[in-house]
């Protein structure tokens, strides 16, 4: 089984519709992320999580927000989804060695 | 703001041709240096990672970077690359005031004739 687990892997949606992308780890972590991926841009950072009373912003964090619902729940929700919001979603952990993990990812598409 | 570069968009080379990825970062203090390598519909997985001593880093699958504080540079190479090396690469860096935060650069596809 996958450390870093994401659901779902695949998910087409209508402009205007509330999207929740979820992730789970067992790997023990207590940093976790999101990121989105866009053809030539890399990788994006959208919120950031140090434990679970700590949340934070990341440099794309407009049309988003998260909630980290334990140590191993880090769940990212788009309100109102957008078609620019189209991409490809990865959460990922980090131990205190800096190293990531990233999850399978979820590939959104908003019509 | 911190950045980071990576020379080349889209490289195309023949088996056991050799390979270099350049990759460049913008922050003058202590930072951590990853590769990840994303294989075709595949999540990333780190390919080697710098963070003190020996500049030059092996990885997995026959890879290696060297870090060149002088240059803020931390190239790939792999002497001798294989179809299966066919993938997408990121460069990232984590700096000492990026708060434990990670910035990627853009990525550079490989494609592996064989």
């Known amino acids: 089984d996958a450390d870093v687990t994401q659901t779902p892997r695949n998910r087409i949606t209508k402009t205007g519709k509330r999207i929740m992308l979820e992730c789970s780890q067992t790997?023990?972590?207590?940093?976790m992320y999101w990121y989105r991926q866009d053809p030539g841009l890399g990788l994006q950072l959208i919120y950031y999580?140090?434990?679970?009373?700590?949340?934070n912003k990341g440099e794309i964090s407009d049309g988003y927000s998260v909630s980290r619902q334990a140590q191993a729940k880090f769940s990212l929700s788009l309100e109102s989804a957008i078609p620019n919001q189209t991409a490809l979603y990865f959460c990922?952990?980090?131990?205190?060695?800096?190293?990531?993990?990233f999850g399978e990812g979820s590939r959104l598409t908003v019509l | 703001a911190q950045s980071v570069s990576q020379h080349n968009h889209h490289v195309i080379l023949s088996e056991a041709a050799s390979l270099e990825l350049g990759c460049n970062y913008s922050?003058?203090?202590?930072?951590?240096l990853f590769w990840y390598v994303q294989y075709p519909g595949q999540h990333l997985q780190l390919l080697l990672k710098y963070f003190s001593g020996d500049p030059l880093v092996k990885g997995i699958k026959g890879f290696e970077a060297e870090f060149i504080k002088s240059k803020f540079s931390f190239n790939l190479r792999k002497p001798s690359v294989q179809w299966s090396d066919t993938a997408e690469y990121f460069c990232?860096?984590?700096?000492?005031?990026?708060?434990?935060?990670?910035?990627f650069g853009p990525g550079t596809r490989l494609s592996v004739l064989p």
């Open positions: 990232a860096v984590n700096g000492d005031n990026y708060g434990q935060n990670f910035v």
């Open positions: 999580s140090f434990d679970v009373k700590d949340i």
């Open positions: 922050y003058g203090g202590t930072v951590n």
């Open positions: 790997k023990g972590h207590d940093r």
């Open positions: 990922a952990t980090s131990d205190l060695s800096g190293e990531l993990f």
